[in-house]
């Protein structure tokens, strides 16, 4: 697509043909058409480089022609024009009578290529728009868009006045590859002329850029043995040049491999898509384990003088197969076990495998195929070392087999692969040797069952239990028997009875009782065994049946007084029930009082025969025998708790008490626990009140310097109004008397003193002397008096008389130190430590 002048590369212009309906034909002048070719978008493009010199053109003529119009059109091109191409059309419309008519001509812009990285001098100019208008009057063009006045602006500018489209930078294609911009044309006034065509600034692309491989390092792997053709892997490379054309058709070769072993061509890459297959046999991968490639992407199609080329490398991995089967690395190993040992290994049988450790291919698996038909022996695989460890799993006696000739086959996991012509297996012998020791000694059978009736007396010979033991002499004894009933001759093994059997005993469960025996022998080593005998008891009528439940309760009256009893037997069917009830001859108040009827072979029902009978515990006397081949009886006492009873039937008197298990030591015991509580509960409550009590003496004997009620305290106002002239007397004599409800709610000043203050304390109680208080304001009213800094309307104060009768009483009762009255405050010092500050200021008198 380009014409070339020595090494550069100039780019033919294109060609437009606007409104042609089809191209009849092109004819070019100069050459063939194996130098130019025309594209259906009027571009022109060079087949192949032509080199010219400085002093040739070359140049051809393109003709056009409308078929239905029948118009030409011959334009001439040559290579170093840059001027615009332009084909006006004429087109003419045949009218109704015959004549012609010319139509309006349109503006015509050819399109526009521009190289990337020109390198030409800036601003270059590209082509000229103008409008067929611009011969009557002045024109002015501008052009708008993105590379004009939309960011990136600036790229392409346009000469207003002759409409010369120029670039003023080098363009890059892989940043943008195409420009749209929309040309104006007005006059001088500003008003449109034409309307506004859209321009198409195609950047063309340069070799600029080199193939860039997708990863640096590729990883691939091919099984060994494989045929040629064998797909292995692909490598893939980008070039940001315009993949249409030869500067982005990249091409794929193999510059190296390593190692060149067997051969130096052993893969083989598709120059286009870049796929890896293999063109040789004899990938082993014992012996190259991996393969380097060096792979290099050219452009321009692998071009290698104008090409730009980059590499990259791929490693080839060779994954194994089974094709090296397992051998042994001797024909026959051995090994020692003692006798009776079991999962311990004898032997290791070692093999060696060629293929990659810790896969199916190399792992071995080992099978015994004679020697062996009782399965004593087995071999696992020791999953590191791939070892054949012979292990015993059975016990294996000295005395029936003394040796062992085992055959082993060896074999992986899966088979060899196709082709291999080796064996597939490898065999080897294995000799065991047992060594003898000294066995425990082994009761046979064991567990031994026995069955016998039980009542055996004493001394009866039961069976004999003996331990097996062929080298050295054996001892047994008795090494469990829980109800200690039988003995055993410790050389013999013949067990007798030291007691009588009981199937009724707790130690019986299920008619079964086991005893443990123990066999020792006189071995270096001493070795011991244990032996169980079973021995099954058979019942026999040993037991007589008793009255159940033994103990019930009745009504005073006989209705409903029915009581259903059962008996108990311990002993089995058939020397248990049926039974037969019958109340006793004795006493004689037994059948006058009671009815005994039986119901069916296991329940009897008892009731009064009389039709009141006191409260009270009553034992009647009740015959049961049972149906034993030789029938026992027994007398049982039926104990019956005769009560009162509600409607119900149901005892409500103290005999409930009783019978629930409150007997007269529980009923004390329970009362002198309430007592008690009563108690704890007393001295509780006078703690509690002697405690309140010294809370309220505690706050006497607070420490007189944290009293401030104890200290004559100085105030910057002395005085008051008219409304502090009246005073209730009796509220200064007990002020923490007053009721809550004489407290009133209300406005206070902010010089007046509140009356009453919350509380912080407890409150104490009203104070023994109410004079006290009168103390202290006489003494305030003597600290006022001396006061020489005293303002003058704290002075004595006339107050009215408020008339005999009330209840504050007058004012004038108390006498200031001015009036001249003597006051003795000796008796300070009997009052306590809380007023020993009071007894120091003023038992001393005046002074």
Partial sequence: NCFLVGFQAAFLPSIAFLNVTQFLWVLLEVGDAEHFRLGEDGMVYTRHSLRLTDRKRAFLVVRARDQKTKEEWNTRVNSSDAAVIMFPWRSVVVRGDGSLRRVKRDWVIPPINVPENSRGQFPEELVRIRSDRDKNRLLRYSVTGPGADQPPTGIFIINPISGQLSVTKPLDREHISNFHLRAHAVDLNGNQIENPIDIVINVIDMNDNRPEFTHTIYNGSVPEGSKPGSFVMTVTSVDKDDP????????????????????????????????????AAGLDREKVPQYTLIIQATDMEGNPTYGLSNTA???????????????????????????????????????????????????????????????????????TTNEGLVTVVKPIDYEVSRSFVLTVLAENEVALARGIHLPRQSTATVSVRIADVNESPEFSPNPKAIKLEEGLPAGS??????????????????LFDPANWLEIDPVNGRISTIAVLDRESPYVKNNLYNITFMASDNGIPPASGTGTLQMYLLDINDNAPHVFPPEVEMCEKPEPNAINITASDPDLTPNAGPFAFELANRPADARRNWTLTRLNGEYAQIRLRIGFLESGIYEVPIIITDSGNLPMSNTSYLR?????CDHHGDCVDMERIIAAGLGTGAIIAILICIIIMLVMVLFFVMWMKRRDKERQAKQLLIDPEDDVRDNILKYDEEGGGEEDQDYDLSQLQQPDALEPEMVKVGIRRMDERPLHQ???????????????IGDFIHEGLKAADN?????????LLVFDYEGSGSTAGSLSSLHSSSSGGDQDYDYLSDWGPRFRKLADLYGGGDD
């Fill in 640 to 644: 019956v708790k005769v009560c009162q």
């Fill in 244 to 279: 249409k054309t030869a500067n982005g058709m990249l091409r794929y070769k193999i510059i190296s491999q390593n190692p060149e072993s067997p051969s130096s061509n052993m893969f083989t890459i598709n120059n286009k898509t870049g796929g890896i297959i293999t063109v």
């Fill in 787 to 795: 006061d020489p800094t005293a303002p003058p309307y704290d002075s």
């Fill in 313 to 383: 490398t791929a490693i080839i991995r060779i994954t194994d197969v089974n094709d090296n089967p397992p051998e042994f690395t001797a024909d026959t190993f051995y090994g020692d076990v003692h006798e009776n040992r079991v999962n311990v290994i004898v032997a290791n049988l070692t093999v060696t495998d060629k293929d990659q450790p810790h896969t199916a291919a190399w792992r071995t698996v080992y099978r015994i195929t004679a020697g062996d038909p009782t399965g004593r022996f087995s071999i696992p695989t020791d999953p």
């Fill in 461 to 478: 010979l039961l069976t004999t239990f003996t331990a097996l033991e062929c080298h050295v002499t054996s001892y047994c004894n008795c």
């Fill in 758 to 772: 919350d509380h912080l304390y407890p409150l104490r109680s009203a104070a023994p002397h109410p004079g006290d």
